[in-house]
C-alpha cells in the first residue's frame, strides 16, 4: 500500500508541473507566455507560488486555493520545507521577510534573524590565538537563538487571514505521516552522512537502522519534528520559545557545551523594519535592511550603473560585465566595514544607497581596465556564508506578495538534532566576524560592526526583494547562495528590468560573482570565451572553477498575468500558477 501511495504522490507531483503550463498557454493565451530564447515561464491568473522544493510549493499553492493570502501561504511554505528540505529549510533557524500590503499600499521587512546567546563574545571561538573552526561551524556553541517559529507567527498574526493551526497542519501531516523522499534529498543525505550520521538524533531520523540512506521514493517520517510541529500549533509560539521545546533544546545545550538558556529563548524578539528603498529608472526596489547587508548594497550596485546605456553595451558582454564586477567589487568593500546589527551599530544605510555616492564612487570605475581590489578600501567617513539557503516568493490575486530567504547556514546547519525535537540546530553564530578587531591583509579593521556580542543578529547577504512599479509589485525574487546572494538577486532584477527578459529567461541566464576579497571573479559556464578573454585583457582575475551561483526562485505580475520560474539550477524546485 505504501509503495502504491508513495508512486501516486510522485506521479501528481510530475503531472502537476508537466501540465500548468501547457493548460495555461491552451485556455488563456496570456500576452507574455512564449520565448523568443526558448524559456517558457509558468502562468497562472489568481496567484502563485515558487519555492525550492515542489512538496512545500503545493502546500503554499494549496492555501492559497482555499482562500488565504499570499502571507498565509509564504508561512505555510516555510513550516513544509522544515520537514520536506531539511537542508536549508527549517524552525532551528532564521531569515527576513519582504511583505508588500496591497490594501495598505505599503512594503514592511520582518527581521527574524537568529540571535546570539546572553554569553556571546567577540572571540568566543579564538582558542590559543586561532579561530577554532569546529567551535565556529560544528558545534553547539556555533547555534543562535531560532528566528522562523516567530517569524513566520508574527506574519500571519498580524497580515495573514488563517490561524497558525491551519498553517502548520499540511507540515504537520507530511512529518507525521511521511514523505516520498526524492532523488535529490538522497543525494543529499548520502554527501552529508559523516556530519548527520555522527549524530545520534540527526542519525535516527535521517538513515535507516543499518545506516543505509533511504531511496529515492521511500517515505520519510520524522515523529520527533511532527510532536514539536503539535506542539506549536496547540500552544503556539510559547511552546517554541517558554514551553517544552525550549526546554528539550536548553537541555540539549546544557548537557552538551551549549550556550543557549531558556533565558536567551525567551529574549527572542522579531523585528518589523524599514526596507530599503531604492529606485531605478521607473522602478522601485523594495529589499531587506540591516542586519542583512543585503538590500543596501544591491541598491549601491544598481545607483552607481543606473546612467550606463547597458542595453546597448549588451548583456553578459565583456562591457556589461567589467561595470557589474567593479560595482560589485566597491559594494563588497563597503560591506565589509559597515554592515551589520542596527541595534549594535550605526549602519549608514543612507549614505550608501545615496545616488550622490554612487556617482562619486562610478566615476573611480575606469571603463578600459579592471582595479585591483587594494585599490577599492571600504570608503571613509561614513557614519563565509554557506550557499545552503533557501528562498521562495509568493503573490496572491488581491495583490499581496512575500519574498522570503531563511536558512540554517550550512546544510542542514551544524549537522546536529537537538534530542527529542526533530529540530536541526542552526550554525548561524559563525556568520559573525571571528577576529574583528584584528586588521586583514589591506590594513582595514572592520571593528565592532559584526563583532559577537550578547543577543545580537550576525550580518546576512540575505536578500528578499520585491520590485514595483507604478506603486505595485512587479517582480518578487530572491535566491541562496551565501555571500554571492546579493550579486545573484542583482543580476537576476537587472535581466528583468534593464534587459526586457520573462522571468524564466532572466533566471537562467549565467552568473558572475566578485566580493572584492579575494580579487577573483567567479564565473558560471556560458560566459563566451571571447568575453572571458576580453575581460583577462583588461585586467580581471577570472576564477577558473566553474560553479553554480545561486538559485532564483521568482514571480513577475504584469497586465493581470502572474509569470513564475524557478531556476533550472535547482531540478526538484516548484512553481505553481493559479488558474
Known sequence: MNKLFTSFLIAIHVVVFA???????????????????????????????????????????????????????????????????????????????????????????IDYREMSAGTARHDLYVVDGKVDN?????SRQSSGVPGTVMGMAHAIEKY?????????????????????????LEVSLNRSK???????????????????????????????????????MDHGTDAFYKGEIAERITADMAANDGLLTMEDFAAYK?????????????????????????????????????????KSKGHNSAATLHLYIEAMRQAYADRSLYAGDPAFFNVPVDKLIDKDYA???????????????????????LAYESPETTHYSVMDKWGNAVSNTYTLNFGYGNGIMAANTGILLNNELDDFDHEPYKADENGNVSGKANAQEPHKRPRSSMTPTIVLKDGKPFLVTGSPGGGTIINTVFQMVMNVIEFDMNVAAASSKPRINHQWMPD?????????????????GMGHKLNDRRRTLGSMNSIVWRDGWFYGSHDPRNMNAGTIGLE
Open 194 to 232: 559523516r556530519r548527520l550520521g555522527a549524530d545520534p538524533a540527526a542519525a535516527e531520523v535521517f538513515y535507516k537502522p543499518d545506516g543505509s540512506t533511504y531511496r529515492a521514493g521511500e517515505l520519510l517520517v520524522q515523529e520527533d519534528l511532527a510532536w514539536s510541529l503539535k506542539q506549536i
Open 270 to 310: 522579531v523585528y518589523e523594519r524599514e526596507p530599503v528603498m531604492g529606485t531605478y529608472k521607473d522602478y522601485t526596489i523594495a529589499t531587506m535592511p540591516p542586519p542583512s547587508s543585503g538590500g543596501m548594497h544591491m541598491v549601491q550596485m544598481m545607483n552607481m550603473l543606473e546612467h550606463d546605456d547597458l
Open 359 to 381: 556617482a562619486e564612487v562610478r566615476a573611480r570605475i575606469p571603463m578600459d581596465r579592471a582595479r585591483e581590489s587594494s585599490e577599492v578600501a571600504p570608503t571613509k567617513n
Open 19 to 109: 501540465i500548468l503550463p501547457a493548460r495555461a498557454q491552451d485556455d488563456y493565451k496570456p500576452p507574455e507566455y512564449s520565448s523568443s530564447d526558448g524559456f517558457v515561464p509558468v502562468v497562472g491568473k489568481n496567484g502563485m507560488v515558487s519555492a525550492r522544493e515542489s512538496i512545500a510549493t503545493q502546500v503554499g499553492a494549496d492555501i492559497l486555493a482555499q482562500g488565504g493570502n499570499a502571507i498565509d501561504a509564504a508561512a505555510a511554505v516555510g513550516f513544509a520545507l522544515a520537514v520536506t528540505y531539511p537542508s536549508a529549510g527549517n524552525i532551528g533557524g532564521g531569515g527576513f521577510m519582504v511583505v508588500h500590503l496591497a490594501d495598505k499600499n505599503e512594503t514592511v521587512a
Open 134 to 138: 569546529r567551535l565556529a561551524k560544528y
Open 520 to 536: 577573483a571573479t567567479s564565473l558560471e559556464n556560458g560566459i563566451s570565451q571571447d568575453t572571458i578573454n576580453i575581460l583577462e
Open 160 to 184: 495573514g487571514t488563517m490561524s497558525l493551526k491551519e498553517i502548520i497542519e499540511p507540515a504537520y501531516k507530511l512529518a507525521k505521516e511521511g514523505f516520498p523522499v526524492y532523488t535529490n
